[in-house]
């Protein structure tokens, strides 16, 4: 280890950083008192006299000195912190914890070969798949946007998901911004006790130690400056570092006005790629697709009818493919035009009148044996949660109604949480026959078959 006092050049500037950063108390009483004694890479290495000195640093002020070096823009990156005397070190950049597991939230069928390229998105598929294969490459940040059930999830987890069995060695975040707030929100001002300030920096730590950060729905984040604030320096360390990020969002980033200037700033330094609706002819080709992973043969007379008049949402879309699906086996008939007419109309047409937001709530409750007021209102309950999410995944599937409408239907809930419910569901009918039977029941009793 090099003599003590040879790497003032380097940390004079970071000191200085760090006199704008913390306050005079902290600065005078901890910052003076530590002396750069290495640099090892791209970490320098502080000497502090004391193992509590070590202590508060690590606990109190260690997101602010990393945020002074790279500020300072000396080069560096981190720093690592060993009291007088010792060998080894009492604070570790948290890019060095071993402890990463592999992100257990993806959904396995999204990825790229899933995905329908078409004409009007070969481009933003191209770019997609370029940031897998080279994250921190050509495209950093990637901003995708575009409206509800367009495909941006499905591109984002595609990412996440080829990184992961292919860079197992890359630490992959992939989160719904509705989860990044909330876990902000809740270290800030939900937690009490001594161990609060810890959680704090453990939850920044988590998220600026990704070598790949994947927030789904940004715009989220509008209104929130706290998180905002979070945001902001977990995307500087990261771009910093060379780190990737990919953020979708509903909107691009010149109209999220609610967000701070220097994010929109941020985001349109990358590459910003809209998700364009599908033609008939895109359309075509994903029912296809979803038919043949359904093990299913449609006719394409079928597939045109199913096409018409369908909305740009490629949720939509399967979910009329899957209604006509769901009518054959039902019926035990093979799926043809005249069928998927008779299915479409039971389920929106024809049953209108019957088929209602108002019926699907009634049904649910009387299966379950819950109050109306119970399966619309806040209890977290398991016996009122699970009929509460099948409520919501049945009124995504047999009403055609916007999911900002539903979330108004079921209590006021918010777009995001009618997409996790219907999610939720649609996974668990895959795994669980109790789930799938109790919602064929009553799908039956409402389509009263």
Avoid: W
Avoid at 40 to 62: C, H
Avoid at 101 to 110: T, V
Wanted: some cysteine; proline content about 4%.
């Amino acid at each position: 280890m090099a003599e003590k006092g040879n790497f003032d050049f380097i940390y004079n500037p970071i000191k200085e950083k760090m006199q704008e950063l913390v306050s005079h108390i902290n600065y005078t009483t901890y910052i003076e008192k530590l002396t750069p004694v290495d640099i090892d890479g791209r970490y320098i290495v502080l000497e502090t006299p004391t193992e509590s000195f070590a202590k508060y640093i690590t606990g109190t002020l260690a997101e602010k000195m990393r945020e002074a070096i790279i500020k300072a823009d000396v080069g560096l990156v981190d720093f690592r912190l060993k009291v007088e005397g010792s060998d080894g070190f009492a604070y570790n950049s948290p890019d060095e914890d071993d402890s990463y597991a592999a992100p257990s939230n993806l959904d396995k069928r999204f990825t790229f070969d899933s995905y329908v390229v078409c004409r009007n998105n070969e481009f933003l598929h191209a770019a997609a798949l370029a940031v897998a294969e080279d994250p921190a490459g050509t495209y950093n940040p990637l901003f995708i946007y575009g409206g509800t059930g367009l495909g941006k999830t499905h591109l984002l987890q595609a990412i996440a998901n080829k990184i992961t069995v292919e860079k197992p060695n890359l630490k992959v975040i992939y989160v719904t911004c509705e989860q990044f707030v909330n876990e902000i929100i809740d270290t800030m001002f939900t937690s009490r006790g001594p161990d609060a300030r810890d959680r704090g920096n453990k939850l920044r730590q988590h998220y600026r130690s990704a070598d790949v950060l994947i927030i789904d729905d940004i715009q989220f984040i509008e209104n929130k400056k706290a998180v905002q604030e979070e945001f902001f320096h977990t995307f500087n360390e990261l771009v910093s570092k060379g780190k990737q990020i990919v953020i979708s969002s509903d909107h691009p980033p010149k109209e999220l006005t609610a967000l701070e200037e220097r994010l929109r700033t941020r985001f349109l330094g990358g590459l910003v790629y809209d998700v364009v609706p599908p033609t008939f002819e895109d359309k075509i080709a994903i029912l296809k697709r979803k038919a043949f992973e359904k093990k299913c043969i449609v006719p394409d007379e079928v597939l045109n009818f199913l096409a018409q008049d369908s909305g740009d949402d490629v949720r939509t879309l399967e979910g009329r493919l899957t209604k006509v699906i769901f009518a054959a086996k039902l019926h035990e008939v093979p799926i043809t035009a005249e069928l998927a007419a008779n299915a479409l109309n039971e389920a929106v047409s024809e049953g209108k009148e019957e088929v209602t937001s108002a019926s699907v709530i009634s049904a649910v409750a009387a299966y379950f044996r819950v109050s109306k007021a119970d399966l619309t209102g806040k209890s977290k309950k398991k016996e009122i949660v699970i009929p509460r999410q099948i409520c919501c995944y049945l009124m995504c599937d047999l009403l055609s109604l916007p999911l900002i409408s539903i979330g108004k239907e079921l209590g006021g809930r918010d777009h995001t949480t009618i997409i996790h419910s219907r999610d939720k569901i649609e996974e668990m009918l895959r795994v669980n026959d109790k789930i799938a039977k109790d919602v064929d029941d009553i799908k039956n009793i409402i389509l009263k078959k």
